[in-house]
């Protein structure tokens, strides 16, 4: 353990060297107060039946790009998407409300993980709060890549707020290099892809990032992204308060009379 160093028991000049270095570390980029950026499209939750009907039409189109056995059976709202726990994102234009991107959120408040119906996730795990991030869809326009960081500073936030303490993903190749990048890691080192239930038995490798670690070790390794999520205000994504059981319920009370697709 390192001991604790006081400034009464330093010179002045080194009192003022400490001081200086531990204002750096709390504030690696330097900055004083957040800037403000607007951005073209708005982040927010999902709250009713129009909403989620935006956010599954998304959903469908990009994994109809990619993985079109699986969109088949993503047509329609899944039953996860109504489930106590859950949130969904959905990214819109601000010129036209054309859905740009959806996200899901689902803690471990009210049931397991969906991840764990294919893998058993350790003790160090099981014994937290997690928050599992699926059915990630963006639009395929160049605009794409901004939504999809402002879906995962959304997620970030998201956890922030709701006390998660592991956010938990499951990511086929080449996506997986992508939360590499972010500093997600292995839950199990070295064991590589495995088939997920809920993908269609798609290989995927399951992968996580302690909330509370992401500002320090990103602030650490200098990381691109850490002045966008750390040191840039973005009031078109509003979260509001981070209540998955009231955006449920909110769901379920406008759901429209139609089929449900269970997984």
């Known amino acids: ?5 006081t400034p009464s028991s330093l010179s002045s000049a080194s009192a003022l060297r400490l001081a200086a270095v531990r204002a750096a570390r709390a504030n690696p980029a330097g900055a004083v107060a957040p800037s403000e950026e607007r951005l073209p499209f708005s982040v927010r939750l999902v709250r009713n039946a129009a909403d989620l009907d935006k956010a599954v039409s998304i959903r469908h189109a990009a994994y109809g790009r990619h993985v079109p056995d699986l969109a ?10 109504f489930e106590d726990g859950v949130v969904v994102l959905l990214a819109e234009s601000k010129l036209d409300g054309t859905p740009l991107g959806t996200m899901r959120i689902q803690t471990n408040e009210f049931r397991p993980l969906d991840l764990e119906e294919s893998v058993q996730l350790p003790p160090w795990l099981q014994n937290g709060t997690l928050a599992e ?5 963006i639009t395929g326009d160049r605009i794409g890549n901004m939504v999809k960081t402002v879906l995962f500073k959304a997620y970030f936030m998201y956890c922030q707020q709701a006390g998660i303490d592991w956010m938990v ?3 086929r190749a080449p996506i997986d290099r992508q939360y590499e990048r972010l500093m997600f890691t292995d839950v199990y080192p070295g064991m590589g892809y495995v088939p ?6 798609i290989p995927h490798r399951v992968m996580c990032l ?3 670690a992401v500002e320090p070790r990103w602030g650490a390794a200098q990381h ?3 002045n966008f999520f750390f040191r840039t205000h973005h009031p078109d994504l509003e979260l ?4 998955a059981s009231a955006a449920s319920a909110a769901r379920r009370a406008h759901e429209m009379p139609r089929g449900v697709m269970y997984s």
């Open 210 to 212: 302690e909330v509370a």
């Open 1 to 5: 353990m390192i001991e604790q160093t």
């Open 72 to 81: 088949a059976k993503l047509r329609e709202p899944e039953a996860t998407d």
């Open 240 to 243: 509001g308060q981070a209540d």
């Open 196 to 201: 997920i239930r809920c993908t269609n038995d």
């Open 169 to 171: 993903i499951t990511a």
């Open 133 to 137: 991030a699926a059915r990630l869809g």
């Open 224 to 226: 691109p992204l850490f």
